[in-house]
T-cell receptor
Framework: AQTVTQSQPEMSVQEAETVTLSCTYD???????LFWYKQPPSRQMILVIR????KQQNATENRFSVNFQKAAKSFSLKISDSQLGDTAMYFC??????????????WGLGTSLAVNP | DSGVTQTPKHLITATGQRVTLRCSPR?????VYWYQQSLDQGLQFLIQ???????AKGNILERFSAQQFPDLHSELNLSSLELGDSALYFC???????????????FGPGTRLTVL
């Protein structure tokens, strides 16, 4: 069974600085996707970024980028130029991609990020 | 706004009761997923439907059931409610066409269920 581990329950960063959130996962699958979602105080679940396991190039979305290390089963999220609006719970999620249409997300427990002015 | 709608936003009920949570997916999405977010168990996958058919089941209790209708909206039915069922219930949808872009799930705002 797949598992996702986020080892940092809480983190804080100063506005405009850079922060990295860690995520490791365990799987025997070779084909999968990885995601970061954020959940601000509004509780809405918002997609931040996704990474396909077959791609060696790290995904980037504006100030958000990932460091995907497939052999190490590591998938960290880097937030550059942190903004107050980045304050949220961040979840790492794993999706196995196989035959059929089973696409459930397996979640880490989250990292609570506070961006301080 | 993700385009996924969920009703109601809040639900307060008593133990032993039955409730129905409703979800409308984004236009064009065929897959609907239900997740439960609770303080003690985090985010848990409950069930997935694809174009009206059940595709995957998580640790969904027998007291819970779901269905996806021909117009692709979905309902999650929770019965014989217990205090421990209090949680935020999310619905998500995706196109479901087998690529990373079309398998990406977009979430509704959730239904906050409180069982007293």
């Amino acid at each position: 069974a797949q598992t996702v581990t986020q080892s940092q329950p809480e983190m804080s960063v100063q506005e405009a600085e850079t922060v990295t959130l860690s995520c490791t996962y365990d799987t025997s699958e070779n084909n999968y996707y990885l995601f970061w979602y954020k959940q601000p105080p509004s509780r809405q679940m918002i997609l931040v970024i996704r990474q396909e396991a077959y791609k060696q190039q790290n995904a980037t979305e504006n100030r958000f980028s990932v460091n995907f290390q497939k052999a190490a089963k590591s998938f960290s999220l880097k937030i550059s130029d942190s903004q107050l609006g980045d304050t949220a719970m961040y979840f790492c999620a794993f999706m196995r991609v196989g035959a059929g249409n089973n696409r459930k997300l397996i979640w880490g427990l989250g990292t609570s990020l506070a961006v301080n002015p | 706004d993700s385009g996924v709608t969920q009703t109601p936003k809040h639900l307060i009920t008593a133990t032993g009761q039955r409730v129905t949570l409703r979800c409308s997916p984004r236009s064009g999405d065929l897959s609907v997923y239900w997740y439960q977010q609770s303080l003690d168990q985090g985010l848990q996958f409950l069930i997935q439907y694809y174009n009206g058919e059940e595709r995957a089941k998580g640790n969904i209790l027998e007291r819970f059931s779901a269905q996806q209708f021909p117009d692709l909206h979905s309902e999650l039915n929770l019965s014989s409610l217990e205090l421990g069922d209090s949680a935020l219930y999310f619905c998500a949808s995706s196109v479901g066409a087998g690529t990373s872009r079309t398998d990406t799930q977009y979430f509704g705002p959730g239904t906050r269920l409180t069982v007293l």
